[in-house]
């Protein structure tokens, strides 16, 4: 499990303008306005197309200097509900990518990609999938970002065209940043202002000044100008919770360390889901836990998907014992998730058996040999239920013959 | 005469023997001192057979644990353990079972103890009444009385060990026919098996590396 963080920062136009487009293909390439939407006795705008951002409306922005801008733009009214679903629909694509997904308007949302999906082994590959879901569900390209933080992800997005990821590599964000302009750093007007006047145009610029120098300009502004160019700021998501469809969680009395220590609580994890799986009638097709240290942000997850769904307690145990084995860090909070629930398998194991027929003979079989040489000699063994010890006689049950 | 090969679905160990499997109505001997994984790859052919067909394992010296064959993902619903007291039960045993209808009769045992020229002939006459393969596992000598019935000998060594977790993953083989009636002896073929461990998802025998050890692995093995 990576321990450097990893953020994917996701970009797509307005949900308000997507529900507009499914409805009226027509529209896309168009100038078209969302809204007026009501907000403290003004009318603004909700959401414009590029075609009209280009003439001047601004989202936010008042409804009728939009109208003014941009005469030709298409009027089309939103509709809340219509919207609500689309985002959870959207919310819950993300969080089947990754568990911790922060959604920070309806424009814009942070994953946390640090996580280990077997299927998607790269981060390249999570992305494109992230993508491709993504359009799937909104008929419109995204723009992705990847990077060792918020600022630096967001970044990215920005600058990869629709439909289009830009990975920037971990310790790779400051060169990469080096040409961003100041003007479109998240500071107040008087920093950015102070910065002109100082002749610094680029966070490169900024990068190359030391820290103290920068805290004795602009205070506390300093330090977050300083961490914004290296690439050095927030690392985290606030992650928007949702209950897992199916699933065990369990808090720790303190952060552990000890592998050993989780692969103990590990049956009792399988058993517990075991019995929610089957009091449900699914299997899972896809397993996840989700590890939390205890502190925000120390949240991490790994994934993986068994050959065939699994739903028994006997096929879930080598499973998460797997996942725990892949825990380097300590951990307060453990979540084990059933994702991808279907109905479970059916199991009829001699269907195909050609030996069927000689059971019965071989049961007469063994009577002789018992007969013959007394009981003992011939088992029959089953795995115990339950949360058996590691020796055969207690794992296992034994039936003469 | 061409034999019928019992198919274990190791392409690998079905190649080497020359009839596409375990020669049906014969005695086979995975030969071998003891750590050089004749053990382990009974267990899981056995594992792998036990899907399908009736199976069952003659523990002469009681040191199997049977958990073992399902935890190489075969079912212990249609496998018999024979636990004898005394060598004579064992052959007995595997001759009642093969000729019931028992496909394949795995007898495991590192030193083979003397037994009596019945035995071995009782468990032939079974064997080609009931078209069963009886596996002789593990040892580097037969009894005198055994050993000319023997139709197949393959010979196993262990490579290296495979690790993961600190952990004993693992073992690569390497299998030669060092006798057989079907000819092809000298043959080989190189194979590993992934023990049963807790984190790992696949166990027995692994074929998609068979022909792929990692040279250090086998430099440790020289070496060791």
Known sequence: MSGAPRLACINFPHLALSLAWRAHPELRGEAVLIGPRHRSGREVVLAASEAALARGARPGGEWRQAEIACPEAVQLPEDQTAISELRQEMRLVLQDLSPLVEWVDDTLAYLDVRGRDLRLPTEAALASQLGRSVQRLLLVPPRLGVGQSRFTAWVAAQTAGPGRIRLVPSGGAAQFLADWSVERLPLPDSTRERLRDFGLTTCGDCSSIPLPDLQRQFGPDGLLLHRLCLGRDRATVSPWRTPPPCGMRRVLAGPVEDTEALRFGAPELAGGLAVELAHRRLAAGRLRLLLGGGDPGGEFWEQLYPPAPVATEQELLPLVLNLISRVRRPVQVIELQALDLVPPPARQHRLWSVGGDHRDEIDRAVARLHERFGEGLVWRVAPRSGHPGDVPEERLVWNRG | ?224
Request: net charge neutral; proline share 5%; glycine share 12%.
């Open chain 2, 1 to 224: 005469m061409r034999l019928e090969g019992l198919a274990t679905g190791l392409s690998g160990l079905d190649d080497l023997t020359g009839c596409g499997g375990l020669p049906r109505g014969r005695l086979t001997w995975l030969s071998g001192e003891l750590g050089q994984g004749w053990f382990d790859l009974g267990l899981a052919v056995l594992a792998l057979l036990s899907r399908s067909l009736p199976v069952a394992l003659v523990d002469f010296e009681g040191r199997v644990d049977p958990g073992d064959v399902c935890d190489y993902g075969g079912d212990l619903s249609n496998c018999w353990l024979v636990r004898p007291r005394h060598p004579e039960e064992g052959w007995a045993a595997a001759r009642a079972l093969c000729e019931a209808g028992v496909e394949i009769c795995l007898m495991m045992s590192a030193t083979w103890a003397p037994v009596g020229r019945a035995a071995p002939a009782t468990l032939m006459g079974a064997l080609e009444t009931g078209r069963g393969v009886a596996v002789l596992s593990g040892g580097v000598t037969l009894p005198a009385e055994v050993t000319p019935r023997v139709a197949l000998e393959v010979e196993c060594r262990r490579l290296a060990w495979t690790r993961a977790h600190r952990d004993v993953s693992g073992l690569w083989l390497r299998l030669e026919v060092a006798r057989s009636r079907m000819g092809a002896v000298g043959r080989g073929c190189r194979l590993r098996i992934a023990l049963p461990r807790p984190y790992a998802l696949q166990t027995g025998v692994v074929e998609a590396e068979l022909w792929s050890a990692p040279s250090e692995e086998l430099r440790l093995a020289a070496s060791g």
